[in-house]
């Protein structure tokens, strides 16, 4: 019976020890509920609830009894993980992420039957959010290798949120991990996300500085097909077809949707940048070429695109009279030939003055025909750097010494 007895009493024993420390889970579980019921609203209050949780939590975890369960792991990841997003000094968060980080795991692998998975789910976003505020400080500082690491954690908790994937491919853009930064920005543009035009010429630039010209020029083909008004993919589209020497087959293609719809004016804008990007493209070889027969077909075959291309401006002002980048390269490509006349009449010798003046009234005239586009694209688009640099052009060939000082002080005001 004395032994029965003292069976009994010892058995009690190890029941109520282990009684208390599950108490002691029961205690950080409500203490880390009345946190989570007050954080937001009344955070003074929540963080001594905070603290009392890390107390019981801290035993539970410390007891051989109890320290294994799931629950236990749970919460501890839950607890730590606010702890650390409530710390804003990194050597003293990053501790405490790394053991809610641990816990979390260690939760996941033991709680089989996903008794606690609010518990889990709740510390995953938690340590995600410090992730993605602590990829912003490194990204800033321009750690952008550990800005990727922390931002792609943030990215797989919530593998849907644009913002993750935004910062997740452009902190590997900038650690100039290029794979990935494309494959960040190519799940992007399969989203409603914000941004996305902008973010089909990004892509198109990673391409580039990967040297993949083929895929550059496909994604902007892409985004033209969903953006058609986007100027900059448009010239983007023109300069990777004439790299790649598809700048016919390209031209082939607009004029024959022209054919097909007559008023749309992005249409005859692309094809007018065509013939003026490959205008400019002979230009620049007649430049260099030291043949003076060669350098007289260059620049006969630049005038006839330049010629073109204002035919096909026109056209998409007749249609919009106020499409800012149409009356922009009108302008251009209208003052560019009065600027070859004028440097050249600029080089003959003294002995020739007069087809120096008649040189320069030639150039005068032509930078007339160009003035009414120049001054419709500034006052389109006051803040545009290249119209005011076009027609600082104009008065600089016209020798308006007021009209250039207003002009270069603008420009001044843009910098």
């Known amino acids: 019976m004395k032994i029965k007895f003292l069976m009994t009493g010892l058995l009690g024993f190890i029941s109520a020890a282990t009684f208390a420390q599950k108490g002691e889970l029961s205690n950080a579980q409500s203490n880390f509920d009345k ?100 990829g912003v400080k490194e990204y800033q500082t321009g750690k952008f290798e550990d800005a990727y690491k922390s931002f792609d954690y943030y990215r797989q908790s919530a593998p849907e949120d644009t913002t993750g994937i935004y910062y997740t491919g452009l902190a590997a853009l900038n650690a100039k991990n290029y794979a990935v930064a494309a494959a960040n920005y190519t799940k992007l543009v399969t989203t409603k996300y914000s941004g996305v035009e902008r973010i089909y010429g990004d892509l198109s630039s990673i391409y580039l500085l990967n040297k993949d ?47 097909a719809n007559p008023k749309n004016k992005e249409l005859y804008y692309s094809a007018g940048l065509v013939y003026m990007i490959n205008g400019d493209a002979e230009g620049e070889k007649a430049s260099k070429e030291k043949s003076v027969a060669a350098k007289s077909a260059l620049l006969t075959k630049k005038t006839e695109d330049f010629v073109k291309a204002g035919e096909m401006y026109k056209k998409a ?25 004028y440097n050249a009449a600029g080089k003959l010798p003294a ?65």
């Open 213 to 259: 010209t083929a895929s550059a020029l496909k994604t902007v083909t892409e985004g033209l097909a969903k953006f058609p008004a986007n100027s900059d993919l448009r010239r983007n589209e023109i300069a990777m077809s004439l790299q790649l020497g598809k700048s016919k087959e390209l031209l082939d293609r607009t004029l024959a949707a022209i054919a």
């Open 317 to 341: 002002i007749e249609l919009d009279p106020n499409y800012f980048e149409a009356n922009m390269s009108m302008g251009y490509v209208v003052i560019s030939p009065a600027i070859d006349i």
């Open 351 to 415: 002995s020739k003055q007069k087809e120096y003046d008649a040189a320069m009234v030639k150039a005068k005239a032509q930078f007339e025909i160009a003035k009414p586009y120049l001054l419709k694209a500034v006052e389109l688009n006051p803040k545009s750097a290249d119209a005011l640099n076009n027609l600082l052009t104009y008065y600089k060939g016209k020798q308006d010494a007021v009209n250039i000082a207003k002009i270069n002080k603008q420009l001044a005001e843009l910098k």
């Open 35 to 134: 946190y989570e019921a007050f954080k937001q609203a009344q955070p003074a209050l929540a963080m001594p609830s905070l603290n009392s949780a890390k107390t019981s939590i801290d035993k539970a975890a410390a007891n051989e009894k109890t320290a294994a369960l799931p629950q236990t792991y749970a919460l501890k990841s839950a607890i730590y993980a606010s702890f650390a997003v409530s710390d804003t000094v990194q050597t003293t968060s990053l501790p405490l992420f790394n053991t809610a980080n641990e816990a979390l795991k260690k939760a996941k692998e033991t709680d089989t039957k996903g008794e606690f998975k609010k518990l889990t789910d709740n510390a995953y976003v938690t340590l995600a959010n410090y992730q993605l505020n602590k």
